[in-house]
């Protein structure tokens, strides 16, 4: 009898994505939706469910969800509605939750993304809009659970996916790929730490091959794009052993402790009939004008590929550094400020990609807050333009100086370090005489056909003249007296 190996089995994932939407007020009261604000203090008769209150849609939640509908190419509902999901919530006082049921904002649909160096399109079920519960803290009293209400009631969209993804890295990738999306949206700042995203992850195995899903079980609240990969990889290799042996295992929600990287169960996996969905009377359905989402995708800002597309086309860059522009959508909002003042946009964003991008990623500041000004940094490309500092210079020794002395005039501060280029070229020649006396092995080799040994005569002579000497004029002295 042949061992079966995980290698013969493929995990199949469907995600569930919890966005939360940055309006100002939440989904169904005018309580504030803020973030990190002392417990309880952004909530009101509504959020706590006192008697004979009333909750009203949020307009800014509707339109929101309508941009992350038009940006995926979902089918937009004209008209739907708002039901009642009937669970035990300790901290949603009304002990139920406002979401959507039969009658969802959009369906279908899909989002394509780059995972392990090809394109992925996974399709989109549905997204609907629906309400935050709050918070519970049970760590910071030995005797009892503290609730904090300032995140019920928060918008939310639920994006769910259909069981396209088959790794996972394409489940990191996924989730990299919607906290971008969601950001040039402008609908969330996608911030999985603070809880503003969240998935839930749907896990099953099958035989490579087959066309009939496994029993899934469900990886619920994981909040980081790092979690959600570690923990579909530890449930794929958890259920093929259960595979493996014959072990028959039900629907699970599970949880998954980060610290142990293991999934433990929570609770056995509810169907639809457990929640006892039903439309809220308290809410009539909402309709939506053609014209009214016509003005929606018309007022669309940009999406990733687009800007890829843009810095391409209009400002001539190459793909890698596009690419690495539009990380981030600030990233690409910084460059194309800076391309109003300086049209060298290949040398913008070479000194943009290489100097700035990782001096954020080390700082950990968000780069509008970075340590360089507008007019420093084009100052700093304008030193390299007008060849008074060599390019690789300016990169090595007269960046990092300029982040410590942010105070110093740079082309000051560039005389200071002895960098600036020599006007007077005469100097050349000895320090060519030099080298070429103080290597008689690697000349006589270029002199009999090792041509390539030019590069190594250029850096050891760029390395004397200190950054002094002009490129073109030293490569053609070089040749000169290389072939005297």
Same mark, same amino acid.
């Given at each position: 009898?042949?061992? @079966?190996?995980?290698?013969?089995?493929?995990?199949?994932?469907?995600?569930?994505?919890?966005?939360?939407?940055?309006?100002?007020?939440?989904?169904?009261?005018?309580?504030?939706?803020?973030?990190?604000? +002392?417990?309880?203090?952004?909530?009101?008769?509504?959020?706590?469910?006192? *008697?004979?209150?009333?909750?009203?849609?949020?307009?800014?939640? @509707?339109?929101?969800?309508?941009?992350?509908?038009?940006?995926?190419?979902?089918?937009?509902?004209?008209?739907?509605?708002?039901?009642?999901?009937?669970?035990?919530?300790? $901290?949603?006082?009304?002990?139920?939750? @406002?979401?959507?049921?039969?009658?969802?904002?959009?369906?279908?649909?899909?989002?394509?993304?780059?995972?392990?160096?090809? !394109?992925?399109?996974?399709?989109?079920?549905?997204?609907?809009?629906?309400?935050?519960?709050?918070?519970?803290?049970?760590?910071?009293?030995?005797?009892?659970?503290?609730?904090?209400?300032?995140?019920?009631?928060?918008?939310?969209?639920?994006?769910?996916?259909?069981?396209?993804?088959?790794?996972?890295?394409?489940?990191?990738?996924?989730?990299?790929?919607?906290?971008?999306?969601?950001?040039?949206?402008? !609908?969330?700042?996608?911030?999985?730490?603070?809880?503003?995203?969240?998935?839930?992850?749907?896990?099953?195995?099958?035989?490579?091959?087959?066309?009939?899903?496994?029993?899934?079980?469900? @990886?619920?609240?994981?909040?980081?794009? /790092?979690?959600?990969?570690?923990?579909?990889?530890? %449930?794929?290799?958890?259920?093929?052993?259960?595979?493996?042996?014959?072990?028959?295992?039900?629907?699970?929600?599970?949880?998954?402790?980060?610290?142990?990287?293991?999934?433990?169960?929570?609770?056995?996996?509810?169907?639809?009939?457990?929640?006892?969905?039903?439309?809220?009377? $308290?809410?009539?359905?909402?309709?939506?004008? *053609?014209?009214?989402?016509?003005?929606?995708?018309?007022?669309?800002?940009?999406?990733?590929?687009?800007?890829? %597309?843009?810095?391409?086309?209009?400002?001539?860059?190459?793909?890698?550094?596009?690419?690495?522009?539009?990380?981030?959508?600030?990233?690409?909002?910084?460059?194309?400020?800076?391309?109003?003042?300086?049209? $060298?946009?290949?040398?913008?964003?070479?000194?943009?990609?290489?100097?700035?991008?990782? %001096?954020?990623?080390?700082?950990?500041?968000?780069?509008?807050?970075?340590?360089?000004?507008?007019?420093?940094?084009?100052?700093?490309?304008?030193?390299?333009?007008?060849?008074?500092?060599?390019?690789?210079?300016? +990169?090595?020794?007269?960046?990092?100086?300029?982040?410590?002395?942010?105070?110093?005039?740079?082309?000051?501060?560039?005389?200071?370090?002895?960098?600036?280029?020599?006007?007077?070229?005469?100097?050349?020649? $000895?320090?060519?005489?030099?080298?070429?006396?103080?290597?008689?092995?690697?000349?006589?080799?270029?002199?009999?056909?090792?041509?390539?040994?030019?590069?190594?005569?250029?850096?050891?002579?760029?390395?004397?003249?200190?950054?002094?000497?002009?490129?073109?004029?030293?490569?053609?002295?070089?040749? /000169?007296?290389?072939?005297?």
């Amino acid at each position: 009898m042949n061992s @079966i190996k995980i290698s013969d089995y493929e995990v199949v994932v469907g995600l569930e994505v919890h966005i939360q939407l940055n309006t100002n007020s939440k989904a169904f009261a005018r309580d504030l939706n803020r973030f990190g604000d +002392n417990p309880n203090t952004n909530i009101s008769a509504i959020t706590l469910a006192h *008697p004979g209150t009333l909750p009203k849609a949020n307009k800014a939640h @509707i339109e929101k969800a309508l941009l992350l509908a038009i940006a995926t190419q979902s089918q937009i509902n004209p008209t739907h509605q708002f039901d009642r999901k009937n669970y035990f919530y300790p $901290d949603l006082p009304k002990g139920y939750q @406002i979401t959507q049921d039969r009658y969802p904002i959009c369906e279908g649909g899909h989002i394509t993304f780059e995972s392990e160096g090809r !394109i992925k399109k996974v399709r989109l079920h549905h997204i609907h809009m629906e309400e935050d519960a709050g918070k519970s803290s049970h760590d910071l009293s030995d005797r009892v659970s503290m609730l904090d209400y300032n995140r019920a009631g928060t918008p939310l969209v639920e994006m769910v996916t259909e069981p396209d993804l088959r790794s996972p890295q394409e489940v990191h990738d996924f989730m990299a790929y919607m906290q971008k999306l969601v950001r040039y949206l402008g !609908i969330s700042d996608g911030n999985m730490e603070e809880g503003s995203m969240r998935c839930d992850c749907n896990v099953s195995i099958r035989p490579k091959g087959s066309t009939i899903y496994g029993e899934r079980c469900e @990886i619920k609240n994981v909040n980081s794009k /790092k979690f959600a990969k570690q923990a579909v990889a530890y %449930e794929f290799k958890r259920q093929y052993k259960m595979v493996s042996k014959g072990v028959v295992f039900s629907k699970q929600t599970l949880n998954f402790n980060p610290e142990t990287g293991v999934t433990t169960p929570l609770r056995s996996k509810e169907d639809a009939h457990d929640y006892r969905y039903f439309p809220d009377p $308290d809410l009539p359905p909402i309709l939506l004008a *053609p014209e009214y989402i016509q003005t929606l995708r018309e007022s669309m800002p940009m999406l990733p590929e687009q800007y890829v %597309e843009h810095l391409t086309s209009k400002y001539g860059l190459n793909e890698y550094n596009s690419k690495e522009l539009t990380r981030e959508k600030a990233f690409a909002d910084f460059f194309l400020r800076l391309a109003q003042k300086e049209h $060298d946009y290949e040398l913008l964003a070479k000194v943009i990609v290489n100097k700035i991008l990782p %001096e954020v990623k080390d700082s950990g500041k968000s780069i509008e807050k970075q340590v360089v000004s507008d007019e420093r940094l084009l100052e700093f490309i304008g030193l390299i333009k007008s060849k008074k500092v060599a390019p690789s210079v300016a +990169n090595q020794i007269l960046f990092p100086a300029m982040l410590d002395q942010s105070n110093v005039n740079l082309l000051e501060l560039a005389g200071r370090l002895n960098l600036l280029k020599s006007e007077d070229q005469g100097f050349l020649g $000895d320090i060519l005489d030099d080298i070429l006396k103080n290597h008689p092995e690697e000349l006589e080799k270029y002199r009999k056909g090792n041509k390539a040994l030019i590069g190594f005569f250029m850096g050891q002579a760029m390395k004397a003249a200190k950054g002094k000497a002009d490129p073109k004029l030293l490569k053609t002295e070089l040749v /000169k007296k290389l072939n005297d």
